[in-house]
């Protein structure tokens, strides 16, 4: 068994010190009018408004709703403000944990459930770019007889198809694992051995990985060691690593990042990879306060920290905030079959960047449209003046994924031709040039059926945020009851042949059955608050 401790230069521990005081498949799918441009230098003024209602107030977050609002449930739309701006997300953590909830017999607690990781969590379908960057997709349906004259309109981004294991670019990896008495179980720390298991005999022989572990204190077992020859060395520390006692979040991240700097390889995917059920009770326990602790290794270096997590009690909220201020992602397992899946399936996806800072803005025509709501995206919201701002933060997307953006639009009476305008701006990974992407929506491509519609891949999406926003409370017009979904799904299933699909029908029949079956009659009338 490897067992080591090491003490480390004072350059990183400077470096450190100086900074004390954040899915998807490939296929094509539905094409939208698209244009491309280059935008360079001092920040410039947001796309001009062609319609849409007000979401977004001071920066970072939504401003708040009058009493009208909060009783019509959507906002009308207010001149001049008819944009909606957010980071892009492409998390899935969310829904990994509801269905492992859900498969323990109970419900997850609202505040777990984030809409966008739902949707996020099911392939697309939509065409992708040959480069760096995104395609823009923008189609919809009418929300059915219950949604009166809603539509849903789908703005889906795609990136370009993830490389082969042999086609990407070498990896360096610090996994940090969470060794407290919580994950003392086979679904947690074993699970999290289990899967660093399979992800040794996964990378190449040009890889590298280093593995800290943390309870009350930090230590590193592993330093960056690269795999040519030395796997069996890698395999026997994961295998060393035992549970201990309480969790102190902040020691491992920090420990982990100076091992990240220390072991920082030039050209290779550097990475910080968070394996926790993420329950930090010790040392500090701010997200915003402990990635402020390793800013300057985050920010110098472009370490990004991608999280895992694991667990049937599961620090939902902390991990979310670690990764979106950590300039990463997250996901959930909760067995094997979903360890290989993210370790194996989609490493490369999770390892390489195509975009840097990324952030979407989509304009709704006033002329058209009279009021929407953006379904979900709630934690990544930006301030409309902002999406040209490159200091201010947006999202890191890598390649193999696709980001759906899902809308409920109400039209006025009598609309024709253009409902909305989305528009992708990112910086490249490493030039860090600033590029955006458009796409737009008329009348006629959002006024067939959503239901029984030819788009398949939108009747999936369409569920999935229906889904979440039932375990949510509910509110969208046109949601059926959890009943009448649970037979979607299990329809949708069959005509897409998509296992995943299947697997959320069984999700939603288990919220059915948990909740005494009491939505079968779907009643959702988009009556009531919807923040």
């Not at 944009?83 to 505040?111: C, I, M, N, Q």
């Not at 020691?251 to 982990?256: D, H, L, S, T, V």
Request: aromatic content about 6%; proline content about 4%.
């Amino acid at each position: 068994m490897y067992r080591g401790n090491r003490t480390y230069r004072g350059a990183v521990g400077l470096l450190l010190a100086g900074g004390v005081l954040l899915t998807g498949c490939s296929g094509d799918g539905p094409g939208a009018k698209s244009s491309a441009s280059d935008r360079r230098g001092a920040p410039a003024p947001a796309p001009a408004a062609t319609g849409g209602a007000a979401e977004n107030g001071a920066k970072g977050g939504a401003k708040e709703t009058d009493g009208a609002e909060k009783a019509d449930g959507l906002r009308e739309s207010a001149t001049p403000d008819y944009l909606s701006t957010f980071a892009l997300d492409v998390d899935t953590a969310s829904y990994g944990y509801a269905r492992r909830t859900l498969a323990d017999g109970r419900l997850p607690g609202p505040e777990t459930v984030r809409p966008e990781e739902f949707v996020n969590s099911f392939r697309q379908g939509y065409r992708r770019p040959a480069g760096n960057g995104f395609t823009v997709s923008v189609d919809g349906a009418r929300a059915g007889a219950e949604g009166g004259d809603w539509s849903l309109v789908r703005v889906g981004l795609a990136t370009r198809a993830a490389p082969s294991s042999a086609e990407r670019p070498p990896a360096a990896l610090t996994f940090v694992v969470d060794i407290s008495g919580s994950m003392a179980s086979s679904d947690r720390l074993g699970l999290v051995k289990t899967s660093l298991g399979i992800l040794t005999d996964e990378l190449r022989d040009d890889d590298s990985v280093s593995l800290v572990t943390f309870s009350d204190e930090a230590r590193t077992v592993l330093p960056m060691t690269r795999l040519r020859d030395h796997r069996g060395k890698i395999h026997d520390a994961v295998d060393s690593m035992e549970p201990a006692d309480s969790t102190n979040v902040e020691a491992g991240i920090r420990r982990g990042y100076e091992e990240a700097v220390e072991g920082h390889r030039k050209g290779a995917n550097n990475r910080v990879v968070l394996l926790s059920d993420a329950l930090a009770n010790t040392g500090e326990t701010d997200a915003d306060t402990i990635i402020e602790r390793i800013d300057s290794a985050r920010s110098e270096y472009g370490i990004t920290l991608f999280g895992v997590g694991v667990g049937s009690d599961y620090g939902d909220a902390l991990m979310e905030r670690l990764t979106n201020k950590g300039d990463g992602h997250t996901t959930y397992i909760a067995d094997e079959e979903q360890a290989r899946k993210v370790f194996i399936d989609q490493l490369p996806a999770h390892l390489e960047l195509t975009a840097r800072d990324a952030k979407a803005q989509v304009a709704f025509d006033p002329k058209t449209v009279e009021k929407f709501k953006l379904i979900g995206y709630e934690d990544r919201k930006v301030a409309d003046e902002d999406f040209r701002d490159d200091s201010v933060d947006g999202g890191e997307i890598g390649p193999g994924h696709t980001v759906t953006a899902l809308y409920a639009v109400r039209l006025r009476d009598g609309a024709s031709g253009h409902v909305a305008t989305a528009t992708v701006r990112w910086l490249d990974p490493k030039s860090r040039a600033a590029h955006e992407e458009t796409g737009s929506v008329e009348t006629g491509s959002i006024r067939g059926r959503l239901w029984g519609g030819p788009s398949t891949r939108l009747q999936v999406t369409a569920v999935a945020a229906y889904f979440a926003d039932a375990l949510r409370g509910g509110g969208l017009p046109g949601e059926p009851g959890l009943g009448e979904l649970a037979s979607r799904a299990k329809e949708l299933a069959s005509s897409t042949e998509d296992d995943s699909v299947a697997k959320l029908a069984i999700a939603i029949g288990r919220a059915d059955r948990l909740r005494g079956g009491q939505d079968d009659t779907g009643t959702g009338t988009g009556e009531g608050e919807m923040d």
